[in-house]
Nanobody
């Protein structure tokens, strides 16, 4: 059974930083793409960043490029999202997700999801 467990959310002032973690278990993820998505109140869930578990290629939404960094630790089966220069617009529930092989920017194409972690950025 695949499990994705996020942690690291919280309240931070604008300009601050947070690091989110996603611990993955239940299968071998070497052929998977791991993504971070976010959903603000009243808005659609949107793509933030993704990484290929094998090879480490990364992909970012334009809104976070240059501020957020996605990475993975193979030994710990954990994916991270380092978020710097946070803005109030980054306030959302952040979700970790996984899908096989092919990169996708669409939430509906991811097979596994974590429970989400709240990030709140105050102005």
């Amino acid at each position: 059974q695949v499990q994705l467990v996020e942690s690291g959310g919280g309240l931070v002032q604008a300009g601050g930083s947070l690091r989110l973690s996603c611990a993955a278990s239940g299968r071998t993820f070497s052929s998977y793409v791991m993504g971070w998505f976010r959903q603000a109140p009243g808005k659609e869930r949107e793509f933030v960043a993704a990484v290929r578990w094998s090879g480490g290629s990364t992909y970012y939404a334009d809104s976070v490029k240059g501020r957020f960094t996605i990475s993975r630790d193979n030994a710990k089966n954990t994916v991270y999202l380092q978020m710097n220069s946070l803005k109030p617009d980054d306030t959302a529930v952040y979700y970790c997700a996984a899908r096989r092989t092919v990169i996708s920017y669409y939430p509906s194409e991811y097979h596994y999801w974590g429970q989400g972690t709240q990030v709140t950025v105050s102005s």
